[in-house]
Structure formats: structure tokens, C-alpha cells
């Protein structure tokens, strides 16, 4: 692929619009953004704040940890912090940076300040809809579709903003439909490193320090700690536990930032340090690591693409099956390998569900890198799940339709169900 092909534009494009940083889990992070801008079209702290969001929403923000919170969890705390702290300017990282005073105002105004949470239904997988009110003055702020989306910013009967929502279109972004494997590989293969540096060093960074911070500390179920001290620190573990306690701490409060992948923070770091401990491993030169990650974040974003967002279909399965691929690639394995790799992976354990944002994320993010890993084993030995078994069909593409297909279709009562199961708890 040449550097002034369309496509190649489009793939570099790609990888900076999805390789951006996250302060905290990114649907709470999205809330707290939404609720920054409306207090800043406001102008003024409200003392009235209504909550409507969609149910994929509801499930992603009740049981995590808003980081510089002081460990408040759910939906009127990622409000709160955005109103009292946040700056809308940072997107993603709308409350990175919060002094120990303001964390103290934020549970103040939690405790003194009636916010309502509403669950809706506008026929958009990712919505959320914050009014905040002062007197007889309202802001209103609303985002859909993914994480930075700003449709709609309205004060006292003035729209600001008003964007139409065509369906779940991706509005604003590079088409993700260009993406196919066999041109990820391409471009993977003849990209001029110096077009991806900047967006790949900062997810090896970033990343990095969120895993070492995940197996120092204490935080949530500790997984990737439990993995070294249960099975040892062999690369194939190793692997698994980093990735596992970048999550760990991510889910429960760490403060650090995140380089996200396809809107998640679990994602990014599953596609990207498993592949970070095989390049140690292997003493893989800079070219040859930046490829493997690029070809991973472009594999995992491809799978997305066709299931959404928001799912009742974990996340950390494209991104684990990407990994895999990375994986592959760092070994010596061609373009088979790297197809096979992935398609064995999603055979394995694509019935994963997403229940919202918790501690077991680390737990699900583990398995899917194994599933990864053995993908690429069962090649190397002459091994590997065909067209007909099960969801796995003709071709690379093929199987990635059915997945795009199972997570997106299939599952919607499934994610009913489970969004039903947790609010009536």
C-alpha cells in the first residue's frame, strides 16, 4: 500500500481517532463529559441535574469506580464530578486533573444536590442526555452514537448545537468500513513507521504504566497478580496478567490515563500489552513492534465496527483475538497465521457477555488473550476450527460479518436482559 493511497490516509486517520486517551472508564468519563459542557453552557452550578441515559449506559457506569472521586461509583457521581470538575475542553479526560479540594466538593454536592437518573430509550445503543438547571435557567447537552459525540447543546430553548442522529451512523469519523484484513495486512506491512509513532509510543507509555501500577497495587479482584503467583511468569502469562491489571486498576479507581481502543480503555490495553510482552520476549526490533500494534488496534477496531460500541458482546474478545494476531506476527507468522489466528480465537470464546464495567473485566480480558494465544498455537500445529463449525464460516471476512451479526443482532434481548437484571437489583 502506498502513503498517498486513500486507503492508507485512511488507516493512519483511523488508528489517531481511536487511539486517544481515557482518565477512567470511558462510558462514566463520556457522562462526566456530557455533564461538563452542560455546566458550562450553563454557566453556573446547578442545583438540579436529570439523567437520561440508555441502558448499555446504565450497565457500563453502575459498578465502576469515576476516578478522583474518592472511590465514588455510578452515574450521579460521574455527573457530579463533571459538573464540579470538570473541564469539557479535555474530553476524555475531563476529570484528570482534580485537586483534593475539588474531590471533597464533588461528594458535597452529590450529598446536597437532587440528581435523577432516567433510563431511555431513543432507539440508540449509546445515549446519554444531561439537564442541569439553576432557577428558571436550563443547559442541556447530549451525546450518541460514541464517547466525544456532542449532538445536541441547547440552553433555555436556544439550540447551540443540534446535529441529526441518523441511526447508529458514526458521524464525523473516518469510515470504518474501509477496513479489511487482508489491507490491514497490507499496510501494516509498508507503512512508514514515522506515520504511527506518535499515536503507538503513547499507548506502549500510557498503557504500560497503568499494568506495573495494576500489579503493585491492590485493586479489585487483583487478577493479573493472581495469574504470576498461580501459573508463573512464563510470556504467555505474562501476557495475560499485564493486560488483566491494566484493567484491575482501571476499573477501580487508579488515576492514571489509558489509550483506548474502538471507545475502550479494556480494549486498548488487551490489544496492546500482551503484544508488548511478546515484543520483550522475543527482543523484536522498534519496526517490528509498531507493525505488530498496528496491525492489532486495526484488527480489533475492524471487529468492532460491525458489532458497535455497546454490546452484550464482551469487548475484550475482538480485542484478545487482535492481540492474538500481533501475536502471530511478532513470531514470524504471515498473513495464514495472522487470519487463522483470529478465527480460531473468536470460535473459542465468543459467547462471553458483557456485564458492564466491574472488576471481573480483568477475569474475561485474561481468557480472551488466551484464546488468542491458543489461536495461534493450534496453527502452528496444524490445527484450526472450520467453515461450518459453528458460527466460523468462509474466509477471515466472513466470520467477522457473523460476529459483527451476533453482537450487534443477536444479542439485544440478551443486553435487555442483563441491563433488566441489573437495574432491578
Known sequence: MKRTDEKYQAYVKILEEELVPAMGCTEPIAL???????????????????????GSIIKNVKSVIVPNTGHLKGIPAAAAAGIVAGDASRELE??????EEETGAIAEYLKNTRITVEHIDQGITFDILVTVKKGDSYAR?????????????????????????????????TDRSLLDVEDIWDFVNTVE?????????????YNTAIAKEGLRGDYGANIGS?????????????????????????????ELPVIINAGSGNQGMTCSLPVLEYAKELKSGEDQLYRALALSNLVAIHQKTGIGRLSAYCGAVSAG???????????????????????NALAIVSGMVCDGAKASCAAKI???????????HMYLNGQQFYAGDGIVTKGIEGTITNIGRLGKEGMKETNEEIIKMMIEE
Open 32 to 54: 462526566a463529559y456530557a455533564a461538563a459542557k452542560a455546566r458550562e453552557t450553563l454557566g453556573c452550578l446547578p442545583d438540579k441535574v436529570e439523567i437520561g441515559a440508555s
Open 94 to 99: 475531563v476529570i484528570a486533573d482534580v485537586s
Open 141 to 173: 447537552v447530549r451525546i450518541a452514537n460514541y464517547h466525544t459525540n456532542i449532538v445536541l447543546v441547547e440552553k433555555d430553548g436556544e439550540k447551540l448545537l443540534d446535529l441529526p442522529v441518523e441511526g447508529e451512523k458514526e458521524e464525523g469519523l
Open 193 to 205: 513507521i514515522d506515520d504511527i509513532r506518535a499515536v503507538i509510543s503513547r499507548q506502549i507509555e
Open 226 to 254: 493472581v495469574l504470576l503467583s498461580a501459573y508463573g511468569d512464563d510470556v504467555k502469562n505474562r501476557a495475560k496478567a499485564m493486560a488483566a491489571a491494566g484493567s484491575d486498576a482501571r476499573m477501580n479507581g487508579c
Open 321 to 343: 483475538a487482535a492481540a492474538g494476531a500481533g501475536i502471530a506476527y511478532l513470531c514470524g507468522g504471515g498473513y495464514e497465521e495472522v487470519i487463522h489466528t483470529v478465527v
Open 366 to 376: 485474561a481468557s480472551a488473550v488466551d484464546a488468542g494465544i491458543l489461536g495461534y
